[in-house]
């Protein structure tokens, strides 16, 4: 048989990789349909009389909803998103086939279908919002009352026909009233009732709430009938955005109050078995909470043509040499062994790779000191409970999460987290909850599954030089430096400093997308300050730059004259000074072993010897040995170098 394999087998291993890498993205990507429904009522046209340039509270939250739809175009695509305007003279919901002449949605404009935004919506938003003529030509408030229950039921229809089976549904509500029935009881029981529809079909209703200077805004008179809170959650959490004298102020309030209600997106596995003893089973749901964000290629685009098009790609497998279309059934796999292939059918490849279905199988306990930091091989991955697989999964996984907790004990787990996932071997660790001042989560409570490596994992660490320990007056004046940088009350954040890499890659196809030209420059957070930097702690920098470079060039002459002496140099200082020679004048360069050649090249001092001598060792290196001096001195430091 050839040692070469054919251009129509699949090596093995190549696929085991590649089986790797799908893992690291294999989890469940949520679809979410959000509604953008904002209030244009009369007030909510009105700029600030101390500013009537800056943009009214309708304006700011379609710039809200216009920087929402870009956000989601890249890190969501196969979420919808839609804006309905209510409260509008106008409407353009009525049905063909209505001959009654009155409104199915009457005072409700939709100005963007629920669906997955495209470019163009964008573009036509953003024209919206720029173009003042064609706002005030459609956003135009009716001289009547609007009732929330049409809006509701007009909600309710968008996401019955455009996404019945997304997994959430959600509407957004941005007004300034705070009672816009004016005490109507008949009109707040028939609101009350849609909102109840609404709930029923899984759809929440996310109130964003918008306060005057002279007027707060009281959930109390209307929407607290509903919508409905979680009465565990605090009252705090529910911000109220004040209509600033800026339009900048409240655009910002707005989207930090919408980011802050994105739900959760990833899920690497739901219902997964969890066996924590001989006829005890519970089942659990896993999350990747720390996953990285890398620019993700979903298509190739042909550009060549008038306008950019996908490409469908299609694959065709043919033999090596007489170029044959393959069919799927004659592929085989094969390992590679002594020099030959050992072929295996498809169904002996499944038995081999078969290590059980997914489970999480406690094995053991062990005292949490034992993990090792340098255990880590992998991200760990946050399960929870779930009830869907076992009733009382609950009651259960809390009492194995205190337990470990108060004994400060860890369970060792054979786990697959999925079909034909690799086995991998977890240390189970339970974490506390921990909340930040303003009382938002920061780390959740409950249990990880930290992978641990298996014994061929393992290796001995390389052989490393003692490092070099920075002096206490060298210690000392870092000490004042990082004081000087320490902030009051200062907390890092890693949400306000996003890759920059990452945003310009997306910054570009935004651009393109929206056939924009794109920034000369990225926008990059993490740059420091370096006026500020400078000015509180500049003169500290200068004098600890002053001390290590005094300390740097006496350590540096003492390691030189301690190799000198290794070598054999006379390095008498009271001896007069004469023409450097190298260790050469009792041992000639060729008859040196290389470790001498080695300190010699890292003393700096290969160049002091003579050419003949140079020359001599090249060629017994099997280096070239002509040139000039400086060539031949570069050879050898090259070679001590590499070796």
Same mark, same amino acid.
């Given at each position: 048989?050839?040692?070469?394999?054919?251009? !129509?087998?699949?090596?093995?291993?190549?696929?085991?990789?590649?089986?790797?890498?799908?893992?690291?993205?294999?989890?469940?990507?949520?679809?979410?349909?959000?509604?953008?429904?904002?209030?244009?009522?009369?007030?909510?046209?009105?700029?600030?009389?101390?500013?009537?340039?800056?943009?009214?509270?309708?304006?700011?939250?379609?710039?809200?909803?216009?920087?929402?739809?870009?956000?989601?175009?890249?890190?969501?695509?196969?979420?919808?998103?839609?804006?309905?305007?209510?409260?509008?003279?106008?409407?353009?919901?009525?049905?063909?086939?209505?001959?009654?002449?009155?409104?199915?949605?009457?005072?409700?404009?939709?100005?963007?279908?629920?669906?997955?935004?495209?470019?163009?919506?964008?573009?036509?938003?953003?024209?919206?919002?720029?173009?003042?003529?064609?706002?005030?030509?459609?956003?135009?408030?009716?001289?009547?009352?609007?009732?929330?229950?049409?809006?509701?039921?007009?909600?309710?229809?968008?996401?019955?026909?455009?996404?019945?089976?997304?997994?959430?549904?959600?509407?957004?509500?941005?007004?300034?009233?705070?009672?816009?029935?004016?005490?109507?009881?008949?009109?707040?029981?028939?609101?009350?009732?849609?909102?109840?529809?609404?709930?029923?079909?899984?759809?929440?209703?996310?109130?964003?709430?918008?306060?005057?200077?002279?007027?707060?805004?009281?959930?109390?008179?209307?929407?607290?009938?509903?919508?409905?809170?979680?009465?565990?959650?605090?009252?705090?959490?529910?911000?109220?955005?004040?209509?600033?004298?800026?339009?900048?102020?409240? #655009?910002?309030?707005?989207?930090?109050?919408?980011?802050?209600?994105?739900?959760?997106?990833?899920?690497?596995?739901?219902?997964?078995?969890?066996?924590?003893?001989?006829?005890?089973?519970?089942?659990?749901?896993?999350?990747?909470? @720390?996953?990285?964000?890398?620019?993700?290629?979903?298509?190739?685009?042909?550009?060549?043509?008038?306008?950019?098009?996908? &490409?469908?790609?299609?694959?065709?497998?043919?033999?090596?040499?007489?170029?044959?279309?393959?069919?799927?059934?004659?592929?085989?796999?094969?390992?590679?062994?002594?020099?030959?292939?050992?072929?295996?059918?498809?169904?002996?490849?499944?038995?081999?790779?078969?290590?059980?279905?997914?489970?999480?199988?406690?094995?053991?306990?062990?005292?949490?000191?034992?993990?090792?930091?340098?255990?880590?091989?992998?991200?760990?991955?946050?399960?929870?409970?779930?009830?869907?697989?076992?009733?009382?999964?609950?009651?259960?996984?809390?009492?194995?999460?205190?337990?470990?907790?108060?004994?400060?004990?860890?369970?060792?787990? !054979?786990?697959?987290?999925?079909?034909?996932?690799?086995?991998?071997?977890?240390?189970?660790?339970?974490?506390?909850?921990?909340?930040?001042?303003?009382?938002?989560?920061?780390?959740?409570?409950?249990? !990880?599954?930290?992978?641990?490596?298996?014994?061929?994992?393992?290796?001995?660490?390389?052989?490393?030089?003692?490092?070099?320990?920075?002096?206490?007056?060298?210690?000392?004046?870092?000490?004042?430096?990082?004081?000087?940088?320490?902030?009051?009350?200062?907390?890092?954040?890693?949400?306000?400093?996003?890759?920059?890499?990452?945003? !310009?890659?997306?910054?570009? @196809?935004?651009?393109?997308?929206?056939?924009?030209?794109?920034?000369?420059?990225?926008?990059?957070?993490?740059?420091?300050?370096?006026?500020?930097?400078?000015?509180?702690?500049?003169?500290?920098?200068?004098?600890?730059?002053?001390?290590?470079?005094?300390?740097?060039?006496?350590?540096?002459?003492?390691?030189?004259?301690? #190799?000198?002496?290794?070598?054999?140099?006379?390095?008498?200082?009271?001896?007069?000074?004469?023409?450097?020679?190298?260790?050469?004048?009792?041992?000639?360069?060729?008859?040196?072993?290389?470790?001498?050649?080695?300190?010699?090249?890292?003393?700096?001092?290969?160049?002091?010897?003579?050419?003949?001598?140079?020359?001599?060792?090249?060629?017994?290196?099997?280096?070239?040995?002509?040139?000039?001096?400086?060539?031949?001195?570069?050879? &050898?430091?090259?070679?001590?170098?590499?070796?």
């Amino acid at each position: 048989m050839s040692n070469e394999k054919p251009s !129509w087998m699949h090596n093995q291993d190549e696929e085991e990789d590649e089986e790797e890498t799908q893992d690291e993205t294999n989890y469940k990507q949520m679809k979410d349909a959000v509604i953008f429904a904002i209030d244009i009522s009369e007030s909510m046209l009105t700029s600030p009389e101390d500013d009537p340039k800056a943009d009214s509270p309708a304006m700011a939250a379609l710039n809200c909803a216009s920087h929402f739809m870009e956000q989601r175009i890249i890190s969501n695509p196969k979420d919808m998103m839609g804006i309905l305007l209510f409260g509008t003279e106008s409407t353009n919901l009525n049905d063909e086939g209505n001959t009654s002449g009155k409104d199915k949605y009457p005072h409700c404009y939709l100005l963007t279908e629920l669906d997955v935004p495209s470019a163009k919506d964008v573009r036509r938003l953003k024209e919206l919002i720029s173009d003042s003529a064609e706002a005030n030509a459609l956003l135009v408030p009716t001289s009547g009352h609007c009732r929330i229950s049409d809006l509701l039921f007009c909600a309710n229809q968008r996401f019955n026909l455009q996404a019945p089976n997304f997994d959430s549904r959600r509407l957004f509500v941005i007004t300034d009233s705070d009672s816009p029935h004016d005490g109507d009881k008949k009109a707040m029981s028939v609101s009350t009732t849609r909102a109840k529809d609404l709930y029923d079909l899984g759809v929440v209703i996310e109130l964003f709430p918008i306060s005057r200077p002279e007027e707060t805004f009281d959930r109390t008179k209307f929407y607290d009938n509903i919508i409905y809170r979680d009465p565990n959650e605090n009252e705090n959490t529910y911000g109220v955005s004040t209509f600033k004298s800026s339009g900048i102020g409240l #655009l910002q309030d707005l989207l930090s109050d919408i980011n802050s209600k994105q739900v959760a997106k990833r899920s690497l596995f739901n219902d997964l078995k969890f066996e924590i003893g001989p006829g005890l089973e519970i089942s659990v749901k896993g999350y990747n909470i @720390l996953q990285k964000q890398i620019p993700a290629r979903s298509h190739f685009v042909y550009t060549g043509g008038e306008e950019a098009v996908i &490409v469908e790609g299609k694959t065709n497998q043919n033999r090596e040499i007489s170029q044959e279309s393959v069919v799927k059934k004659d592929l085989k796999k094969a390992y590679k062994f002594g020099g030959s292939q050992v072929l295996f059918e498809k169904k002996d490849v499944d038995k081999v790779k078969d290590f059980g279905g997914p489970v999480i199988r406690l094995v053991g306990f062990k005292p949490k000191s034992m993990l090792p930091i340098w255990a880590s091989v992998k991200k760990s991955t946050f399960i929870y409970p779930s009830e869907g697989g076992f009733v009382g999964s609950i009651r259960v996984f809390v009492a194995l999460w205190k337990k470990l907790l108060d004994n400060k004990k860890m369970g060792i787990a !054979w786990c697959i987290p999925r079909k034909n996932a690799a086995p991998t071997y977890v240390a189970i660790l339970p974490s506390e909850e921990k909340l930040a001042d303003n009382g938002k989560q920061i780390s959740p409570q409950g249990l !990880w599954l930290y992978q641990i490596p298996f014994a061929d994992d393992l290796r001995s660490p390389p052989d490393v030089p003692k490092p070099i320990r920075a002096s206490d007056e060298l210690v000392d004046d870092m000490r004042k430096v990082v004081q000087q940088l320490q902030l009051p009350k200062a907390t890092y954040d890693p949400r306000r400093y996003p890759n920059p890499s990452l945003q !310009w890659h997306y910054t570009i @196809l935004q651009a393109m997308a929206l056939e924009q030209e794109p920034p000369e420059k990225a926008s990059d957070k993490t740059t420091g300050k370096h006026k500020q930097i400078d000015k509180r702690a500049g003169e500290y920098i200068k004098k600890w730059g002053t001390t290590l470079d005094k300390q740097a060039r006496a350590f540096m002459a003492e390691r030189k004259s301690s #190799l000198k002496r290794e070598l054999g140099v006379d390095v008498e200082e009271d001896k007069p000074k004469k023409k450097a020679k190298t260790a050469a004048t009792t041992q000639k360069l060729e008859d040196m072993a290389d470790s001498d050649v080695n300190k010699l090249a890292a003393s700096g001092l290969i160049g002091k010897c003579v050419i003949a001598e140079l020359k001599a060792w090249c060629a017994m290196k099997g280096l070239p040995s002509t040139g000039k001096k400086a060539d031949l001195v570069d050879r &050898v430091e090259r070679w001590c170098d590499e070796n």
